[in-house]
């Protein structure tokens, strides 16, 4: 966490400025989206897990970023400012994996409760 503070005091002005504006048609797209669906589903993470000072791991005959990885799933929903909750599902060669469930932008309750209905345990 503390490199990626100390990345973003590079940040300029500017690029922040146009980064917002990036945003309008991304959030418009996905309410577009919405529109027809409740919630999307997708893979928490793209990578089953590893070991916790991993920095790269090989994929077929590529090198991929640990970091990068796990974070790119869920970037996205970050930037456009949509909630997402990540729910473990299960085991991969003994490893757990997950799911990530995006709901609407502003649907924070809902998502909360959908979700607490089907997964949380009495």
Known sequence: MR???????????????????SQVPLKA???R????YDFLVSPSVPITATAVDARELRVG???IDV????????????LIGLPAISLP???VRKMPVGVQV???AGENDCLLRVMAQR???A
């Open 102 to 104: 995006i709901g609407a």
């Open 61 to 63: 005959e590529q090198d």
């Open 3 to 21: 490199e990626r503070l100390e990345v973003s005091r590079e940040v300029r002005g500017w690029q922040y400025i146009r980064a917002q504006a």
């Open 29 to 31: 797209a996905m309410a």
């Open 67 to 78: 970091r990068a990885a796990l974070l790119g799933h869920n970037s996205a929903w970050n």
């Open 89 to 91: 599902v299960g085991l």
């Open 33 to 36: 989206v919405f529109e027809h």
């Open 119 to 121: 997964f949380v345990r």
